[in-house]
């Protein structure tokens, strides 16, 4: 019998304001385990989304993914999480990442070690939601007195996890968080790599994203998910493609193509199947069965259909 674990699905992060709340909702009711929200530079902010989701919500666990590190105060960021943690205990992971290098330093936030900012922030924020000093560091410096008030520490603390893909940012991980974060495409041989590198010495778990289209015709599926798969022949993604036998091969095609809407368009509809979830519900079961299996604890589906509300109808099929 192989591994189990959880199906979450991302609230897309341009939904119109008025389908937010109903979104999260119909997740709710079609049974999914987890929403998680993401904070995109000049989208909408990670901790206001996650709140109006939960209030809104009776059952599902809900994911921020990511808060950048050089954005917020380690002490702030941690009151924050506590606060919703108290509000709707076992039910929040906060993900806390780099940020994109672009983003950042365009609103001057890109520290000189971004490695050393997340290890430090990562530490902080989870000491501090569980009542805990923090450790002084070269970006987190605080007075050994800032704590969260007894009656403002939640019960059960929410999960701190790491969204990070490089070596390096991996181990961090495994040193400091409770979790990783793994952004799409997500594949069993990257997460088993992943896996390798965070090398963790305690409970840790592995969430991963992957772009998803479910549709009773496949090849409807595999050409609705296409546009989700455009950015990942980008030098950023590299280390999701490396541990794949056709990564010379992808790479070679995303050089050829003129640009990103080429290179998805042209991608063979193999690659395709492998570095997403999609075809028919019983493809997308199958393919979340070898995640599992490699050790992913729960697979978070963003959904490239042009209607996300009917795309959800159909992939809550997986269920």
Known sequence: MGRSGSVGVMLPRDLAPAAVLPFARRADELGFDELWVVEDLGFRGGVAQAAAVLAVTPRIRVGIGLLPAGARNAAFAAMEAATLAQLFPGRVDIGVGHGMPAWMRSVGQWPASP?????????????????????????????????????????????????????????????????????????????????????????????????????????????????????IGEPDWAPHLAPLPFAEEFAALRRECGDRDEFARRLPEEWVRQLSVVGTADDARARLAELFDAGVDSVVLILADADPADGLERLAAVL
Request: aromatic letters at 4%; one cysteine or more; hydrophobic letters at 45%.
């Open 115 to 231: 490695l050393t900012l997340l290890e430090e922030h990562v530490r902080a924020v989870t000491a501090l939601v569980r009542g805990e000093a923090a450790e002084r560091g070269r970006y987190v410096s605080l007075d050994p007195s800032v704590r969260l008030e007894p009656a403002c520490v939640p019960d059960v603390p929410p999960l701190v996890l790491a969204g990070v893909r490089g070596p390096r940012s991996l181990a961090v991980s495994g040193r400091v968080a409770d979790g990783t974060v793994l952004a799409e495409p997500v594949t069993p041989e990257y997460a088993r790599a992943a896996l390798a590198q965070v090398d963790a010495r305690r409970p840790h778990r592995l969430v991963a994203y992957n772009a998803t289209s479910v549709h009773p015709d496949r090849a409807t599926a595999v050409e609705a998910v296409r546009p989700g798969l455009a950015w």
